[in-house]
T-cell receptor, first 114, second 113 residues
Framework: GAVVSQHPSWVICKSGTSVKIECRSLDFQATTMFWYRQFPKQSLMLMATSNEGSKATYEQGVEKDKFLINHASLTLSTLTVTSAHPEDSSFYIC??????????FGSGTRLTVV | DAKTTQPPSMDCAEGRAANLPCNHSTISGNEYVYWYRQIHSQGPQYIIHGLKNNETNEMASLIITEDRKSSTLILPHATLRDTAVYYCIVRGGGAGNNRKLIWGLGTSLAVNP
């Protein structure tokens, strides 16, 4: 139980285009989801906390207009990277909380902007 | 949430026990110790968590010192597939699901044949 499905697992896009990443909780409802970014050989960096039915809370230094988060249902949160640039290339990971396991994570999305 | 300190890297021979230490000297009474691991290019995987007592599951054992200022994750019979970065995280608020986690650099465990 407590599976989070993240899609796509990898994506290549051109500079200036937008990319949407989906995160679904498959067998539980998640009122809160978290979005992370991870650069090579670095730890996970929290970008924002996504709350169902309300606006996301962004960490300091993360541009909310560039990284659009939508959490319209208890099982789906999306992250849209708008007007992507090569420096946005990274590994993006979502997670959701469960009572039994604390947090469970998606498999991650490798974004490459060319 | 309390900060944790872990050695940056460790080696272990296949089939032997891997003991990964974590220091969390500023932990407070209601904070849990969680362990996750991340295999290259994958999302983190939950391993185990505990508050005061030692815990064991099918993956690992967690030993928490009596003063709760440190803990050790034990993989009893390490395999090559256990090669990963292991993160020790301390989080308050009980087992709730809406507190953000603070990630350190973890311990990169290399299991050698």
């Amino acid at each position: 139980g407590a599976v989070v499905s993240q899609h796509p697992s990898w994506v290549i896009c051109k500079s200036g285009t937008s990319v949407k990443i989906e995160c679904r909780s498959l067998d539980f409802q998640a009122t809160t989801m978290f979005w992370y970014r991870q650069f090579p050989k670095q730890s996970l960096m929290l970008m924002a906390t996504s709350n169902e039915g309300s606006k996301a809370t962004y960490e300091q230094g993360v541009e909310k207009d560039k990284f659009l988060i939508n959490h319209a249902s208890l099982t789906l949160s999306t992250l849209t990277v708008t007007s992507a640039h090569p420096e946005d290339s990274s590994f993006y990971i979502c997670s959701a909380g469960t009572v039994e396991y604390g947090y469970t994570f998606g498999s991650g999305t490798r974004l490459t902007v060319v | 949430d309390a900060k944790t300190t872990q050695p940056p890297s460790m080696d272990c021979a296949e089939g032997r026990a891997a003991n990964l230490p974590c220091n969390h000297s500023t932990i407070s009474g209601n904070e849990y110790v969680y362990w996750y691991r991340q295999i290259h290019s994958q999302g983190p995987q939950y391993i185990i968590h505990g508050l005061k007592n030692n815990e064991t599951n099918e993956m690992a054992s967690l030993i928490i010192t009596e003063d709760r200022k440190s803990s050790t994750l034990i993989l009893p019979h390490a395999t090559l597939r256990d090669t990963a970065v292991y993160y020790c995280i301390v989080r308050g608020g009980g087992a709730g699901n809406n507190r953000k986690l603070i990630w350190g650099l973890g311990t990169s465990l290399a299991v050698n044949p």
